[in-house]
């Protein structure tokens, strides 16, 4: 099983971006911790990073065939991003939407997640861990959806 982790603008700034909301930890160990969890777990786990709104459409629908899951915080991208929700439901790809805040307790304007719509499910709000619990979601998702196909 592989699974994909795409992280959106200014993620790439994690440690030392707004620590008071984002934490110390940078995206490099955030990706070692998810990697580590996928070791454990039997699954392998690739990670991109872009500030770009087309790369992420672009690797949303490079996924197919590709992946099985994709671990997506669009950051920004969650609360504009019609061309993002479109791709994601555009291909088969299962895709759990993650935020390392919770954006339901920060300013309105990002109460609203154009994505997560086209999205399993999401998480929010639980830093680091955010991806880790996304990737346990995740797996357990797909291995339940293969178990029911046999
Ligand atoms: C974020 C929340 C977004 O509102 C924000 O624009 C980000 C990060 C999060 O992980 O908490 O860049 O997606």
Redesign the pocket.
């Known amino acids: 099983m592989r699974i994909l982790v795409l992280n ?4 790439n700034l994690l440690g030392q971006r707004e620590p008071d ?2 934490g110390s930890t940078t995206l490099d160990e955030i990706v070692k911790k998810i990697t580590d969890r996928g070791k454990d777990l039997g699954v392998e786990v690739e990670a991109i990073q872009s500030n770009d709104e087309g790369a992420l459409v672009t690797s949303v629908q490079k996924s197919i065939g590709r992946y099985d899951g994709i671990i997506l ?4 991208y ?2 504009t991003s019609v061309a993002l929700c479109d791709a994601i439901k555009a291909v088969p790809t299962p895709c759990v939407e ?4 919770n ?1 339901y307790a ?1 300013e309105e304007y ?1 109460h609203a997640s154009l994505t997560a719509g086209a999205c399993i499910g999401q998480i ?1 709000g639980f830093g680091d861990r ?1 991806y880790v619990l996304a990737l346990d979601a995740i797996v357990e998702y797909l291995r339940n959806r293969k178990s029911k196909e046999n």
């Open positions: 959106g603008p200014n993620l909301i984002y915080n669009p950051a920004a969650t609360h993650v935020h390392l805040s954006i920060r990002r929010s955010s």
